[in-house]
């Protein structure tokens, strides 16, 4: 049987900052990027798993270096072993005696992780010829748990109460993966609410998502209410009452100008506010979301681990919960939130946009809908139009919905040529930058 032999890194950097994409209040100028990770197998067929944490520039040399560092930890294994037992996998490399020390199982360590965690999953589907939703939807229940890390969570979720909510799912799975694949799954855009953006961009781009089926649009907020208030007359008054209008504080606020804030954006009929504050702050987000009803408060994609989300919930700290498929340890940490979310009856709202996050947490969300909840008309999963074109399988999106996947694997491969342009600080673009910027 085939064996891993390399874990090849690349540090992928995209000048999103020249037009402000992905502006908010907390993250003026990003330059979207990915620490891009592939593992090679001795395959006849070149089979290989790829994987990525997204960051937005600088320090994505520092990630890169980290995911690099775990190639002692996964180079000489056996693909057969690996994929079939994913969860041993994952714990080998979360609880290595020594890198523990440096979270535990959060920050730069855990993200470089949960990347090649991802990869390990992607070359698991593609060996067995499925897209990762169906691949996952389509193990036992008893596989799935054999996944998750249960250690701190038993407070909160047993093993045999997650074996229960997979149990209830399972007699409609079928039906669910036809609906899926018939109708896609709910998608919301934040591609208008750019807070670089001028209004009239942003009254462009938000009738323009209308106009493509979105039914929920999202606004970044946080540097300025007066102009928080403009921005967000102009999107409803674009968009009509009966589209859906999100905003996102991107961790700008204390709790007390959170509340005293979103009550002078309350009367835009807020859909919820995300991030209002320090993603840490469990008592705080439960201080707010008292503080704002009936306006929906979220947080989730910054939520370092399983045990920070069981807290939010424990606490009724949240309305609804963000997972990010590049933040926590990989697919088996996102099956716990998830089963942790439909265990206290949460709505999840996954975050995307970046580097491949919309390709990557489609698949997660849809397998939540087969699998655990078979939930999906009440919940959309962030969409943003930048950088697809770099994915050999990237989204597809019909009438405001993303239509399932259909190439095996987990959607993470990128282009060879956009790795060779962008790889940074070598890639042709950056190269060209550099000269450029050195004349002047």
Not at 138 to 146: A, H
Not at 158 to 168: M, Q, S
Not at 312 to 328: F, K, M, T
């Given at each position: 049987m085939s064996t891993i032999i390399a874990l090849e890194t690349h540090d992928v950097r995209f000048p999103t900052s020249r037009e402000l994409d992905g502006s908010d209040a907390m993250n003026p100028d990003p330059d979207y990027s990915a620490a891009y990770v592939v593992l090679r197998t001795d395959a006849p067929d070149d089979l290989a798993g790829y994987g990525l944490v997204f960051t937005i520039g600088r320090g994505n040399d520092v990630q890169t270096a980290a995911v690099a560092a775990l190639a002692e930890h996964v180079v000489g294994l056996r693909?057969?072993?690996?994929?079939a037992d994913l969860g041993a996998f994952a714990r080998r490399l979360t609880n290595d005696s020594q890198l523990r020390w440096l979270g535990p199982e959060k920050g730069v360590m855990h993200m470089a992780i949960g990347a090649v965690i991802n990869a390990a999953w992607d070359l698991a589907a593609r060996a067995a010829k499925k897209p990762l939703w169906r691949y996952i939807a389509?193990?036992?229940?008893?596989?799935?748990?054999?996944t998750i890390d249960f250690r701190y969570l038993t407070d909160a979720l047993?093993?045999?109460?997650?074996?229960?909510?997979?149990?209830?799912a399972q007699p409609q799975r079928a039906q669910r993966i036809a609906q899926l694949i018939e109708q896609g799954y709910p998608a919301y855009t934040t591609s208008p609410g750019w807070l670089g953006y001028s209004d009239e961009k942003l009254v462009r781009l938000a009738k323009e998502a209308v106009a493509d089926g979105f039914r929920t649009i999202k606004l970044k907020v946080g540097a300025n209410v007066q102009d928080d208030i403009r921005r967000c007359r102009l999107a409803r008054e674009a968009i009509g009452p009966d589209i859906a209008m999100a905003v996102d504080a991107n961790q700008r606020w204390d709790v007390g100008p959170a509340i005293d804030w979103m009550r002078q954006l309350a009367e835009f009929d807020i859909a919820w506010i995300e991030e209002p504050t320090s993603p840490d702050d469990v008592l705080g987000h439960a201080?707010?979301?008292?503080?704002?009803?009936?306006?929906?408060?979220s947080t989730g994609e910054h939520t370092q681990n399983r045990v920070v989300f069981k807290q939010?919930?424990?606490?009724?700290?949240?309305?609804?919960?963000?997972?990010?498929?590049?933040?926590?340890g990989g697919v088996n940490e996102n099956l716990a939130i998830l089963l942790l979310a439909a265990k206290f009856n949460v709505r999840v709202f996954p975050h995307a946009g970046g580097v491949g996050l919309c390709e990557l947490v489609q698949h997660l969300a849809m397998a939540d809908f087969v699998a655990i909840?078979?939930?999906?008309?009440?919940r959309a999963i962030e969409f943003v139009d930048h950088l697809h074109q770099h994915f050999l399988d990237p989204v597809r999106i019909q009438h405001?919905?993303?239509?399932?996947p259909e190439a095996p694997g987990f959607s993470a491969e990128m282009h060879a040529a956009s790795i060779a342009e962008f790889s940074y600080p070598d890639g042709r673009f950056w190269v060209e930058d550099l000269a450029a910027s050195a004349k002047g």
């Open positions: 693909v057969d072993e690996v994929i389509e193990l036992t229940p008893e596989q799935l748990v054999d047993t093993r045999d109460e997650a074996l229960a909510i997979l149990r209830a201080a707010i979301r008292q503080g704002i009803t009936p306006v929906p408060v939010l919930l424990q606490a009724g700290a949240v309305d609804l919960i963000q997972i990010d498929a590049a933040r926590v909840t078979g939930q999906m008309e009440d405001g919905r993303y239509l399932a």
